[in-house]
Nanobody, 121 residues
Framework: QVQLVESGGGLVQAGGPLRLSCGASGRTFSSYAIGWFRQAPGKERGFVAAIGWSGGSTSYADSVKGRFTISRDNAKNTMYLQMNSLKPEDTAIYYC??????????????WGQGTQVTVSS
């Protein structure tokens, strides 16, 4: 089992930065890949970014490439999402998600409760 808790969401102006954090407990943090998903009002939840167990491999949705950076600190059992140049269309609930194994696959196994990010124009 993996428990995930997101933090860092809030209201930010367009063009501004925001950093999300995801704290994990349960299984050894370095034993699984982890990522971020988001769900905007009226839309399905979609992939944002993911990172492999060591941090050596990352994957991003096209819509956030060049603006968002995912990272992890295995010593602190924490993952981060640095979001820069935010746009109103980035407004969504952001979910932390853990995969079953060390590499990024299609569908995560564990989910956090989500944190709201609102970008004003």
């Amino acid at each position: 089992q993996v428990q995930l808790v997101e933090s860092g969401g809030g209201l930010v102006q367009a063009g501004g930065p925001l950093r999300l954090s995801c704290g994990a407990s349960g299984r050894t943090f370095s034993s699984y890949a982890i990522g971020w998903f988001r769900q905007a009002p009226g839309k399905e939840r979609g992939f944002v970014a993911a990172i492999g167990w060591s941090g050596g491999s990352t994957s991003y949705a096209d819509s956030v490439k060049g603006r968002f950076t995912i990272s992890r600190d295995n010593a602190k059992n924490t993952m981060y999402l640095q979001m820069n140049s935010l746009k109103p269309e980035d407004t969504a609930i952001y979910y932390c998600a853990a995969y079953l194994g060390r590499v990024i696959t299609t569908t995560p196994r564990y989910w956090g409760q989500g944190t709201q990010v609102t970008v004003s124009s």
